[in-house]
Every structure is written in structure tokens, then in C-alpha cells.
């Protein structure tokens, strides 16, 4: 069977969500929505022999042929990595989901529409080999999380928190695309494998560091860096079921999974070691600070959430260190490679636990407000449990699998100083400064959420309602995903051999042949480094700066509200929406002719500017047909008709003469021997006389009061220029001609091909099929619009009457 086709599996199953949720009221539709990530989970385990020999495998469904354009579902070790992750805890997230979601109360069809979609959106962001595709998932993502965060759309948060999301998401997804059609310009493929393959071609090419920024500006703003982290926090209005899958294991890591996929293209770049190590340490530190700052559980998560994706994103560039250097050096730089992955699976799963426990906790007592809980531990011991797990992982306490992500993180941050490159032997003494403090507040923000939670004296009268432990149904995932974190402490290497090493080969393509040409053995005591001091010294200022956390918690209300991002990303908006509103206040006054003048004006101006600019007028007077007595007579009367038109007094008058003029037109087709142009201008001109004679009754007497001279003379002028413009244009596309014109097919297939004798109704019919049905639509639901409207006010009038 061809796998791609299992991409699309869950939003094809979505098509069935709303019919279950009506005709099977009994079982909660989350039942029926969990066997589709268990499904594919347990179908993708398959690919993991292939992955740890090496192999790779592919599976195409054509799409665009005619634009080389298809769905490309690729599984190496990275890709499958990811789809173990968005399937697994995708799983868990929906079971977690039918014991907090009320089946009664919410609108779980709606719900799980949404999440199968944004499931399938991310499958296939990490199995796509081709740039388009993978685009068009990218974007999917943003728009399914839209949904998501504004599940609860009633909520002015949760519709703040989605409109803001897709922003910033989406101006990332641009700036994106715009590089991987650059990628793809230089490398004259939009295949992700051949691209990679080709890296060193296109090295130097002038397109080359502007596409790196902008695939960069896309990762960056899904993966919530530094200073696009914003929407982060404000997504955290989304139920959390939503929180605990796109934020802990799925759309925050699709930044990640792209900087991984594209480093053997740009490894080779300043730039990119420089951003990618240096905006992620940023993220770090700067999410480590503000975390401890936050009073709401979810919101000191999204936080610890920029904190950790800033440190798996300074990993990946300093990864990329590994291909400008050999030997031992290189031996290092390539642990941070191994560092990156290995921590982004510790995140997944102890970052999916704690957003579990922070909806337990509020689930069950009514709030999320840290300043009202405490004293949890006895009541919750369950969830208490859940929680310190967690928390000490993302610590880096033992026994723990954070532990030993993060001894891998300081091992390679201590490592930049001595790259010799790029200046990094002079700045690079920052980068393990930065870390280390960074993780002094990680260890703080950690405590901070799970002993605030737990520990201390409860506060009954605070609490909106009396608090209890979860069901054994909503403790299950998070319990499941904090016995992985335990296990994975005691069995690193196999995790490495299984999932780590395969995908490292297929992130650092080049520098390794084989997953076992990776010698990495991860320990949880590997002697007293440099490390493993910057750990104790972790713990001790961590603990000090938590013990004394209510003295110094206050210096973060010096910073006033109005420095904030958030305070620029508002006003921006505002800036944004009041300035289009005066702009449109301005020129929408409601006359047709006002918008007319606008278009016309603009139409004119920039087709001659364009013309002459590129030196495209040029008239051609051999290629032009003879004139003879009936055109000059015939042009003559279409002048005359024009003029009528212009001056006439009454509409009967005008609309005779517009007649006068169309015919006109029709008497030069046959003139200059086209009697099919001919024979549809006299039909169209006819029917349309014809209406408008039909309409005469209903029209109001022609106005002509306000037309001063100033006016008439700046119609005069645009009238004049576009009729200018417009023939400078046909005489400059009839005199040259860069192409050989279709009329000549056209000629020859009419009959043969078409089947049909009149050659502009075949155009319009067969040729130009699809543009005629749309076209034909359009006045459709024009027509159905405009009947509405005439409907609605007759009924207001009937209602009036009956009122009276």
C-alpha cells in the first residue's frame, strides 16, 4: 500500500466526525477519534528496523503533474522520529480529551474536526520531500491551530489568542515559501533530498543567505523564538487537550523539525550558525526569566514551552559547527546533534505530562491561578506525582531523561569557545554564560510551578470549587507520558540506537554513513566536568533564588506594560486597523463613479509607466490592415454614437446610442472579415439593449445637477488617458509579437478537435470552458444576492404595513 495515503487519513476520517457525534449520542466521539493516531502509531513502529539500518523509504501521489507538483511522503530517520511523536501523543492527547471534554456541553464535533486536520497538516510537514507540499502543510497548521485556539470562540481571549497565532504564523509561512522558492530556483528542483544533495552547487549564489533568512523567519515564528514567541502564551486560551498537543509536541516543533531538514543546505553559512545558535540561546534565556514572572499554570508552561524550544534551537546551530570543522572538534559538534533530538523527546513527553496536570488541576478546582492553589499534594497525590516528574525533567534533576539532555546541552555549549571560526572564540565565551543562567531560572520556574501547585497550605476559600483527584481515565496519558520520562533515564542508549541515531544521520546528512557510525554512550554519571559543576551550581543559586522567590518575584513589575512586545504587537494592530479605517473613510464615498475614476486612474498610470519604462512601445505599421471607405464611415458613427451618449438628456436617448456604438463595433468585425466576432457582438448588443430598455421603466430620470467644470475636466483627462493607454497597448501587443499567436491552433483544431464551427463560441465553450462556468457562476450568485435584497426589503415593507 502507498503510505502517503495515510497523510491524509485523519482528515479524511474528520468527513465522519459530525455524523458520528449525531447519531451516537451514548459514547463520547473521542472514543471513535482515538483509533485513528493508534492506528498510525502502531503502523509507522513498522519502519523502525528500516530506519536504524539506514534506509529510507518513499511513497508518491501525483498531484499537478503539469507543474512537476506532488505529495511526496518520505520516512527516514527524522521524519519518522516526528510521526511517532504527532501520532503517540496524538493518541494520548485524544484520550485525555474524552475524559475532560464534556461530551454533553462542548461541541466536540467541531473539536475533533479540528485536531484531525491539524493532525494530518503535520504529518505531512515532516514526511514531505517536496517544497510545495510541504508549504501547503505548513500553512494547514496554522489554520486548523486557528480553529483550535478559538475553539471556545466565545471567549475573547481564546479569539484574541487565534487571531494573533495565525499572524504571526502566517507572515512566517510567507516569508518561507518565498525562500523555498528561491531553494528551489537555485537548485532547479523542488525535491527536499535532491536540494540537500546539491547543497554545495548553490553555495554562493546571490539568492542563497536571503532564502536562508527566510526559511529562517518560518521556523522561527512556528516555533515561537525570540521575538515572534508572543502568540505562544496568548494560544494558551485553547482547551487543554489543544495546549498539551500542538505546544508540547507538535506545531512548536515544526519550526525545529525544519532548521533540522535544511541544516546540510545552509551549514555552510555564517548566517545561519549566527541566527540559529544565537536566537535560540536568546529564546532561552529570555523564556527562563519571564517564566517565573507568570501566575496562571499554562501560562508559566508556555513559557518554559519558548525556554526549551529556544535550547533544542541553539542545539541545531551549534549542530551545524560540524561540518567546518574535523577530528575531536567535529566529534563534539556533532554531539550537539545528538543533544538536540534527544532533548527534543524529553520535551515532548514531559512538556505533554505537566500540560495534562495544569488541565487536571484546573478541571478539578476550578482554576489556574497559582496565586489561589497550594496544599494539592494530599488531595492530588496522583497529579502531584505526574507534576514533579515532569517538572524535575525539564530541571534537569536525576533520575530523570531531562537530566541527561540537558548534561548534553552544557557539554556543547562549553564547546562553542573554542570554535576558531566566524568569531566565535571571542563572543562564543557568552554562550555557556547565557546557558548557565538560563537553566538557573529553568530550575526555578520548575519549582515554582510544581511546588506552588502542590506544596505549602491549601487555600479552600480561594478555590471556586472543592478540589479532588482526577479520574483514572484523564490521569492515564499523563501518567504514561511520566513513566517514559523515568524510563528513559535508565535506557538512553537504546533510545539512542532506536530513535536518535537514525534521525541524526538524517539531519547532519554527509558526515555519517550509518546509524552506528554514531559512538555516542550517554551515562547519567560521566565524571566530575565542567558539567557537571555548572549542574551543582544549578541546583544550589536555582534553590536559593526559590526559597526567596516572594523578595525579588516584584522587580518584574518594573518593566512597564507599554515596553512590552505584547504592547507593540497591540498597538501595531491598532495603529493598523484604525489607519485603514480612515483610508477607508476617505475614499469609500459610496459613488460608483468615485471608484471608477479610482480604477481607471490607476490602470492608466501604470500600464504607461510600465510601457515606457521597459521601452515596450513600438507600433508596427506593415502588419496593419488597409483602411477603406466603410471603416472610416463606420468609425464616423461609432464617434458620433459616443458623443450622443455623453450628451444625451434622457436615458431612452443614451441608451439607444450605446446601442448605436456596439453595433458599430460589430459592423468593423465584418468589415475586417471576422463574422464570428461579428455575429456574438450583434447577439450580446441586442440581449443587452434589450435589458436595458426592459430596465427603463425602473430607472430614475437622468441627473446631470453637480457636474462642475473642474469635474467634467478631470473625466476628460481619464477618459483621455486610458483610451490612450489602451491603444497604446494593442498597438504595441500586435506589433510585436514574441510568440507565435494561437489563433493558428485555434484555426486548425475548431473542427477537428472541438467538434464545432463558430470559432469564438468554441473559445468561450471548450477551450475557455472553465473560465466561462466561473464567470457564469459569478452572475449567479450575483443574481441569487440581488434577489435576496429584493426580497428582504419587500418583506420589511409588508412588515412595516402590517405594522401600521
Not at 461 to 471: I, N, W
Not at 487 to 496: K, Q, T
Not at 631 to 646: D, K, M, R, W, Y
Request: aromatic content about 14%; charged content about 10%.
Amino acid at each position: 500500500m502507498e503510505f502517503v495515503w495515510l497523510i491524509f487519513l485523519p482528515v479524511i476520517a474528520a468527513f465522519f466526525v459530525p455524523f458520528l457525534y449525531k447519531a451516537i449520542k451514548g459514547i463520547h466521539t473521542g472514543w471513535f477519534v482515538f483509533l485513528i493516531p493508534a492506528g498510525l502509531f502502531i503502523y509507522y513502529l513498522r519502519f523502525i528496523e528500516m530506519t536504524m539500518d539506514g534506509k529510507t523509504d518513499t511513497s508518491t501521489l501525483s498531484w499537478i503533474p503539469s507543474l512537476d507538483i506532488s505529495f511526496i511522503a518520505y520516512i527516514d530517520g527524522l521524519s519518522l522520529l516526528f510521526t511517532l511523536l504527532i501520532t503517540g501523543i496524538g493518541a494520548l492527547v485524544v484520550l485525555y480529551s474524552i475524559f475532560y471534554l464534556d461530551k454533553k456541553r462542548e461541541q466536540l464535533n467541531n473539536f475533533y474536526v479540528y485536531l484531525l486536520m491539524f493532525m494530518t497538516a503535520m504529518l505531512g510537514i515532516v514526511q514531505s520531500d517536496h517544497v510545495i507540499s510541504l508549504y501547503l502543510f505548513w500553512e494547514l497548521t496554522s489554520i486548523s491551530s486557528f480553529l483550535l485556539i478559538g475553539y471556545w470562540y466565545t471567549r475573547d481571549g481564546s479569539r484574541f489568542g487565534a487571531l494573533k497565532s495565525m499572524m504571526i504564523t502566517v507572515f512566517g509561512g510567507l516569508m518561507m515559501l518565498g525562500g523555498l522558492v528561491l531553494l528551489s530556483i537555485m537548485g532547479d528542483t523542488y525535491s527536499i533530498r535532491e536540494l540537500i544533495a546539491n547543497a554545495s552547487t548553490f553555495v554562493g549564489h546571490e539568492y542563497f543567505t536571503l532564502a536562508l533568512v527566510l526559511i529562517l523567519l518560518g521556523a522561527f515564528t512556528k516555533s515561537a523564538q525570540f521575538p515572534f514567541y508572543i502568540w505562544l502564551p496568548d494560544a494558551m486560551e485553547a482547551p487543554t487537550p489543544v495546549s498539551a498537543y500542538l505546544h508540547s509536541a507538535t506545531m512548536v516543533k515544526a519550526g525545529l523539525y525544519l532548521v533540522a531538514r535544511f541544516t546540510p543546505i545552509f551549514a555552510s553559512s555564517e548566517v545561519w550558525i549566527w541566527l540559529v545558535t544565537g536566537i535560540g540561546l536568546l529564546t532561552l534565556f529570555w523564556g527562563s526569566i519571564f517564566a517565573v514572572k507568570q501566575t496562571d499554570l499554562k501560562g508559566i508552561l508556555a513559557f518554559s514551552t519558548v525556554s526549551q524550544l529556544g535550547l533544542i534551537m541553539s542545539l541545531l546551530g551549534a549542530s551545524a559547527i560540524s561540518y567546518h570543522v574535523s577530528g575531536a572538534d567535529a566529534a563534539i559538534f556533532k554531539f550537539a546533534a545528538f543533544a538536540a533530538i534527544f532533548h527534543l523527546i524529553n520535551h515532548a513527553l514531559f512538556k505533554g505530562s505537566l500540560f495534562m496536570v495544569a488541565g487536571i488541576v484546573d478541571h478539578e478546582t476550578g482554576t489556574r491561578d497559582i496565586r489561589k492553589l497550594g496544599g494539592l499534594m494530599s488531595i492530588m497525590p496522583v497529579s502531584f506525582t505526574v507534576a514533579f516528574i515532569g517538572s524535575m525533567s525539564m530541571a534537569g534533576i536525576p533520575p530523570f531523561g531531562g537530566f541527561l539532555s540537558k548534561e548534553l546541552f552544557l557539554t556543547s555549549m562549553l564547546a562553542i569557545p573554542n570554535f576558531e571560526l566566524f568569531n566565535f572564540s571571542t563572543w562564543g565565551i557568552l554562550f555557556p554564560i547565557i546557558a548557565w543562567i538560563a537553566s538557573v531560572f529553568t530550575f526555578v520556574y520548575s519549582c515554582y510551578f510544581v511546588f506552588k501547585t502542590f506544596a505549602g497550605k491549601r487555600k479552600k476559600e480561594a478555590l471556586p470549587k472543592k478540589p479532588k483527584e482526577a479520574p483514572l481515565g484523564m490521569l492515564l496519558s499523563p501518567v504514561i507520558l511520566a513513566a517514559f520520562v523515568v524510563v528513559i533515564f535508565f535506557i538512553p542508549n537504546l533510545i539512542g540506537r532506536v530513535f536518535v541515531n537514525p534521525a541524526v544521520v538524517s539531519m547532519q546528512a554527509g558526515l555519517y554513513n550509518h546509524p552506528s557510525d554514531i559512538g555516542i554512550q550517554v551515562s547519567a554519571w560521566h565524571g566530575w566536568k565542567p558539567e557537571l559543576f555548572m549542574t551543582l551550581g544549578i541546583v544550589g543559586f536555582g534553590l536559593l533564588l526559590f526559597l526567596t522567590l516572594a523578595r525579588w518575584q516584584k522587580l518584574y513589575d518594573v518593566q512597564p506594560q507599554y515596553m512590552s512586545l505584547n504592547a507593540l504587537y497591540d498597538s501595531t494592530m491598532m495603529f493598523g486597523e484604525k489607519g485603514m479605517n480612515r483610508l477607508s473613510r476617505f475614499y469609500m464615498t459610496g459613488l460608483i463613479r468615485t471608484y471608477l475614476i479610482y480604477m481607471f486612474a490607476f490602470i492608466a498610470a501604470i500600464t504607461t509607466f510600465v510601457l515606457f519604462m521597459q521601452n515596450a512601445f513600438v507600433v508596427d505599421m506593415n502588419s496593419f490592415a488597409p483602411l477603406n471607405l466603410y471603416g472610416v464611415l463606420t468609425a464616423i458613427i461609432l464617434v458620433l454614437s459616443v458623443g450622443i451618449v455623453l450628451y444625451a438628456k434622457t436615458r431612452l436617448a443614451a441608451i439607444i446610442a450605446l446601442g448605436g456604438v456596439g453595433y458599430s463595433v460589430a459592423l468593423f468585425f465584418v468589415i475586417y472579415k471576422a463574422p464570428d466576432l461579428a455575429l456574438t457582438q450583434l447577439v450580446i448588443e441586442t440581449v443587452s439593449v434589450a435589458l436595458f430598455l426592459l430596465a427603463f421603466h425602473h430607472l430614475p430620470a437622468l441627473k446631470r445637477h453637480g457636474e462642475t467644470t473642474k469635474l467634467r475636466l478631470g473625466n476628460l483627462i481619464i477618459a483621455a488617458s486610458v483610451g490612450i493607454t489602451m491603444t497604446l497597448l494593442a498597438l504595441s501587443a500586435h506589433s510585436q509579437k514574441l510568440i507565435p499567436s494561437i489563433s493558428e491552433y485555434y484555426k486548425e483544431t475548431v473542427f477537428t478537435e472541438a467538434a464545432g464551427g463558430n470559432i469564438v463560441n468554441v473559445i468561450l465553450v471548450d477551450y475557455r470552458g472553465f473560465d466561462t462556468l466561473f464567470e457564469i457562476a459569478v452572475l449567479s450568485i450575483a443574481g441569487i444576492g440581488v434577489y435576496s435584497m429584493i426580497k428582504l426589503r419587500l418583506s420589511r415593507k409588508e412588515n412595516s404595513d402590517e405594522s401600521k
